[in-house]
């Protein structure tokens, strides 16, 4: 059964950080490219950033790109986001997902279940 278990959401002030991680189990996590997206209440879910499977080929979305990093640690199974000089619109709950090297959600197969970032003002 494969999971992806994401982590390290929480509350954070504008200007803070935090780092996401998305642990995986069940695949071999070195031989899928992924990504992390997001979804914000009344908004359609958006593509933030992807890697190969090899860790190279890290590509952002213009909103996050210079703020947001993306890694993994393929000895640990495990994505992470690492978040910087974040803003209010960055809140949502983010999603980390395997299978596809692409900024469509819908070509990924597998998925997490989501953690949540709000960020306040």
Do not use: H
């Amino acid at each position: 059964q494969v999971q992806l278990v994401e982590s390290g959401g929480g509350l954070v002030q504008a200007g803070g950080s935090l780092t996401l991680s998305c642990a995986a189990s069940g695949l071999p996590f070195n031989n899928y490219d992924m990504g992390w997206f997001r979804q914000a209440p009344g908004n359609e879910r958006e593509f933030v950033a992807r890697i190969r499977w090899s860790g190279g080929g890290a590509s952002y979305a213009d909103s996050v790109k210079g703020r947001f990093t993306i890694s993994r640690d393929n000895a640990k199974n495990t994505g992470y986001l690492q978040m910087n000089n974040m803003k209010p619109e960055d809140t949502a709950v983010y999603y980390c997902a395997a299978g596809s090297y692409s900024n469509r959600g819908d070509l990924y197969r597998y998925w997490g279940q989501g953690t949540q970032v709000t960020v306040s003002s």
